[in-house]
């Protein structure tokens, strides 16, 4: 499957190992998220063996020991190995029927995607190629519309779907890039290959720091706004850097994208002081700066919630009640034994905020989404919750249309990268031990998962200073916008969760 995304790859893989990176913390979840839906999914097909090996780089004792276990009268295999001609993959569920078999992949996503399929493809091919008869080859994934009750059903759970017929028919092409990649191998010849689209699907390729590492930066591929096959058309036409457009180039840009390049090049700011001052008309006091966390899980724990549905944990919130007073902070934090900590979760933050005002979240629309998630699941609260909708206003706004842009956003307007752009000496995000939402989930997921581990009381500290840095950035960054509109010198400021606002 790495050869197929990229000959280079497999070949970077088996010369230059080192060359590769590391799995990042969302990719080594991702990995244990999927492990432990696929072993779940064993239930599906009970009382199998158990072929995952002790030591999982010898793949002849792997391989060996699936075909005596298959000799044996267990129906059902899990983790069953295959290896031929140097060709290796395991299949998650074996099932066997009388003397043919049929395989299952277990995927923790909600959807089937092409890649899945070509998985498959590459299963069949190594299968047929060591004898084996297979009757059947499934993809298992979840079911998004599942609702859990008291219990989990796996049956409705687990959607299973036969990819037999779309698997049968590439096998010629699986055949002809097999030969080819084992030819590669065989004679270690370098394969011609260059940086493309293909570096970023199915998966983000982990040779890309080497392979990349003569992009500049900024560059095309920092272009808000545009995907790889966009950014690679210019690429492909000599356009790289910010310099490397002609007006005719330039003109095929957006408003916004045009703005991100003249300033990159200028090295100068962009402001539409108007636009800002309209925003600004809009707020009303008391301000009120919110942010949410919110858990996800493929395996709904919760009564009535439906897999990877957003359950809100914490939220943080600062409130300035008037233009010349600072900032009081409000936080909530579940405790990670509540089975179900929305009901807390919204009754504290009702009684949190005040009746009037704005309420500002950065991305507005998610809090707004996560609020009628909770309106609907609690009846008796849906009046309250929607009379709070139309106070939001979006405090990433004037960043996304580039009221204001500095050219060390590069394109982006995520607040972890506006708020070094506009405060540089600002001792931010990077000092903290829980830096992004994904890390702050997994780190509730494992509150609750160990619920007497010792280390929790850090933890729960983590992920609110973590939450209240997220309201403070935005006091922060209003108190920018503010001071552009007065004309005042902007000192460069450093702000800590220490510091008493
Ligand atoms: S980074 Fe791109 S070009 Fe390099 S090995 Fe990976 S997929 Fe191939």
């Not at 790495?2 to 969302?26: D, I, M, N």
């Not at 394969?191 to 720091?209: A, L, V």
């Amino acid at each position: 499957m790495r050869g197929r995304q990229c000959p280079g790859s497999l070949y970077l893989l088996k010369t230059h190992p080192e060359f590769r990176s590391s799995p990042s913390a969302a990719g080594q979840n991702l990995f244990r998220q999927g492990h432990r839906v696929g072993k779940l999914a064993w239930n599906l097909f009970p009382d199998g063996l158990d072929l995952s090996p002790a030591n999982f780089s010898d793949l002849h004792a792997w391989a060996a020991r699936t075909e005596d276990s298959l000799k044996t009268s267990s129906v059902n295999f899990y983790e069953a190995a295959f290896l031929k001609n140097g060709m290796f993959c395991a299949a998650d569920i074996l099932h066997k029927e009388n003397d043919s078999y049929s395989i299952y992949e277990v995927k923790s996503s909600t959807s089937l995607y092409e890649h899945y399929i070509e998985d498959a493809a590459v299963q069949y091919f190594i299968l047929k190629h060591c004898g084996i008869s297979l009757k059947n080859i499934s993809i298992i994934y979840i079911n998004r519309e599942y609702q859990r009750g008291q219990t989990l059903d796996l049956k409705k759970l687990f959607r299973i779907e036969s990819v037999l017929n779309e698997a049968e028919s590439i096998q010629g092409e699986i055949n002809n890039e097999m030969a080819f990649l084992q030819n590669m191998l065989e004679t270690g010849k370098k394969p011609e290959f260059k940086i493309g689209p293909h570096c970023m699907s199915p998966r983000e390729c982990d040779f890309k720091n080497y392979c990349w590492k003569d992009i500049p930066s900024p560059s095309v591929f920092e272009i808000a706004g545009m995907n790889y096959q966009e950014r690679f058309a210019l690429y492909d036409n000599g356009i790289i850097n910010y310099s490397d457009f002609n007006d005719d180039a330039l003109n095929q840009l957006t408003p916004s994208q045009k703005i991100q390049i003249v300033s990159g090049r200028s090295r100068k700011d962009y402001i539409q002081t108007n636009s800002l001052q309209e925003f600004i008309n809009e707020l009303q006091y008391p301000l009120h700066f919110l942010d949410f966390e919110c858990m996800m899980q493929p395996v709904p724990e919760i009564i009535g919630a439906k897999p990877y549905q957003h359950i809100p944990f914490q939220y943080s919130l600062h409130i300035i009640a008037s233009p010349d007073s600072s900032a009081a902070h409000k936080e909530f934090l579940a405790d990670e034994t509540t089975p179900d900590p929305r009901h807390e979760w919204i009754l504290n933050l009702l009684d949190d905020i005040n009746e009037n005002g704005k309420i500002l979240a950065y991305n507005a629309s998610y809090e707004t989404m996560i609020l009628r998630m909770i309106a609907d699941a609690f009846p008796e609260l849906k009046r309250r919750i929607e009379t709070l909708l139309p106070r939001f206003t979006d405090l990433a706004l004037p960043f996304r249309k580039k009221y204001i842009y500095k050219p060390e956003m590069k394109g982006s307007f995520s607040i972890k990268n506006v708020l070094p752009a506009i405060f540089p000496d600002l001792k931010g995000y990077e000092h903290l031990n829980i830096a992004d939402g994904l890390s702050a989930m997994n780190a509730f997921l494992g509150l609750r998962e160990d619920i007497k581990n010792p280390s929790n009381p850090a933890v729960r500290k983590d992920l609110l200073e973590y939450c209240r840095m997220d309201t403070l950035a935005m006091v922060k960054i209003l108190g920018y916008i503010q001071k552009i509109l007065k004309n005042e010198k902007i000192p460069s400021e450093r702000i800590s969760n220490s510091e008493s606002e």
